[in-house]
């Protein structure tokens, strides 16, 4: 069965610092690796889709990173502005070759709760 | 595109009641999913379906039913509620293999 650990649990940095927020699988038979942001109160935003064939995505100050065979995925955040503070959540995905337990279905982490202080 | 839209925002229900949670999307996907949240568990999958007329069981199906008759709408039902069916209920869908898309989700609360 496929587990997703998100480790820290929760983060705290000043403004303006780098950070990376890590991800990791049990199960390299991934399609594709997705991270999400999640606000107070609010549902999740799609951040990055990683394919298995691919190493990393960018966009804006976002970049992920997926190395499949050691079940492990970083999300970079440069220059932290307060208006980052949210919940980030990894999901892998492992489509429905074999039609087995959780087919077609994301396996998601607990999520990584980060403050950015101002 | 409006994307994946839930319907109602919020509701009030007393145990026993029974209520359909109303999920929508444009985007001509053929994976659906029903999640609940509850503070501190993470995202737990209730139902899914991979096209109209198919769906499945997830991990926590117990207490509720759906259908899909469309390609578009995909409802969740809460039969005879109860206490422990009090969460954030969020509706997803997705395309395949490609990106998947959640909804604003419904707080449900049981009394």
């Known amino acids: 069965k496929q587990e997703v650990t998100q480790i820290p649990a929760a983060l705290s940095v000043p403004e303006g610092e780098n950070l990376v927020l890590n991800c990791s699988f049990t199960?390299?038979?991934?399609?594709?690796l997705q991270w999400f942001r999640q606000d107070p109160g609010k549902g999740l935003t799609s951040l990055l889709l990683?394919?298995?064939?691919?190493r990393e995505q960018t966009s804006g100050r976002l970049n992920a990173s997926l190395d499949k065979s050691s079940g492990r995925s970083t999300l970079y955040i440069a220059a932290s502005q307060p208006g980052d503070s949210a919940t980030y959540l990894c999901?892998?995905?492992?489509?429905?070759?074999?039609?087995?337990?959780?087919?077609?279905?994301?396996?998601f982490g607990k999520g990584t709760k980060l403050s950015v202080i101002p | 595109n409006a994307g994946v839209t839930q319907t109602p925002k919020f509701r009030i229900l007393k145990i026993g009641q029974s209520m359909t949670l109303q999920c929508t999307q444009d985007?001509?996907?053929?994976?659906m999913y029903w999640y609940r949240q509850d503070p501190g568990m993470g995202l737990k999958l209730i139902y899914y379906?991979?096209?109209?007329?198919?769906?499945d069981k997830g991990e926590v199906p117990n207490g509720y039913n759906v259908s899909r008759s469309t390609t578009e709408d995909f409802p969740l039902r809460l039969e005879l509620a109860a206490p422990s069916q009090t969460s954030v209920y969020f509706c997803?869908?997705?395309?395949?293999?490609?990106?998947?898309?959640f909804g604003p989700g419904t707080r449900l609360t049981v009394l």
């Open positions: 990683i394919q298995s064939s691919q």
């Open positions: 985007m001509n996907h053929n994976y």
């Open positions: 999901a892998v995905y492992r489509g429905g070759v074999d039609s087995g337990a959780g087919s077609y279905q994301l396996t």
């Open positions: 379906s991979v096209g109209a007329g198919i769906t």
């Open positions: 997803a869908s997705r395309y395949g293999v490609n990106e998947q898309f």
């Open positions: 199960d390299s038979a991934i399609y594709n």
